[in-house]
């Protein structure tokens, strides 16, 4: 099978690092949940993610919608998967985890990041039927550059940005309905985003622009800018976002580089 997919990756002329070489190992095996959180065994079970055609699949309408998360943490990682989506739909990869909610909701509080810093003071005591869980953590943002309105808010909110703080030097996404590659390395607080083969992204975690843009999103200290301002390098799960469309992640693999 290793050898098999190696060979096809050097026909296709891709990028992406063969399972069980150089330290890869596969995360995802294209038929089942092992190694992940599977929310579809909670109570009340979760409905916002799939196995289709040899993908991890967030699904569109879910009644809860929340993200998809490694069981293992990870502290100094490259990570390679391919992704697509649908016409106009928002999805990402979290990382540096730091924290995960599910949105409250309250008459007297506006704006989705003022919900997301009341909600982390005033958590629901169980896990709800129906809602949104919101991940703080950084974001290698995917999506429909072409269709969704949040690409038109600027460049760190196009694919392969690091979101909201630093976007991509170049848009070299394929077509939508088109599989992308993309790559993940975190080392200390240094990252790079891949995207079919180009680095988008460079950048530094506790950087002072990184620190101005939480802030600028999050409000000067709020529960979420001092998750994410403070130290942020440690152990921490990887999760696959549902922002509410549908989403293909397939050929998983991380290798650790601590």
């Known amino acids: 099978m290793k050898l ?3 060979v096809l990756v050097v026909a296709l002329g891709a990028s992406l690092p063969c399972p069980g070489q150089s330290g890869w190992v596969a995360i995802f095996d294209g038929k089942t949940m092992a190694g992940w959180d599977d929310p579809r065994q909670k109570v ?9 055609d040899g993908c991890l699949k ?4 879910a009644y809860i919608t ?9 502290r100094d990682f490259e990570l390679a998967w ?8 928002n999805s990402g990869v979290k990382y540096r985890i730091q924290d995960r909610v599910f949105v409250a909701q309250h008459t007297a509080v506006r704006g989705f990041e003022a919900l997301v810093n009341y909600s982390t003071q005033n958590r629901p005591a169980a896990r709800p039927d129906h809602g949104q869980e919101y991940v703080v953590g950084f974001e290698y943002q995917i999506l429909d550059n072409t269709r969704n309105s949040d690409a038109k808010a600027g460049i760190s909110h196009q694919a392969g ?9 170049k848009d070299v996404t394929r077509p939508v309905g088109e599989f992308n590659e993309s790559r993940l390395v ?5 990252v790079e985003h891949w995207l079919n083969g180009e680095k988008v992204v460079e950048t530094d975690l506790d950087s002072a622009l990184a620190a101005e843009r939480i802030a600028r999103r999050w409000g000067v200290g709020t529960p979420v800018t001092i998750d994410l301002t403070k130290q942020p390098r440690k152990e921490c799960p990887i999760s696959l976002q549902n922002h509410g469309g549908d989403t293909w992640f397939r050929n998983i693999r991380i290798r650790r580089l601590d």
């Open 4 to 6: 098999a997919w190696c």
């Open 44 to 52: 009340p079970p979760g409905d916002g993610w799939t196995i289709d």
């Open 58 to 61: 967030a699904n569109a309408g």
């Open 66 to 74: 929340e993200d998809l998360f490694t069981k293992d943490v990870f």
């Open 82 to 89: 391919e992704w697509k989506v649908g016409p106009g739909v």
């Open 161 to 169: 940005a690091l979101y909201d703080i630093v976007g991509p030097s």
């Open 186 to 190: 975190v080392k200390g607080n240094h």
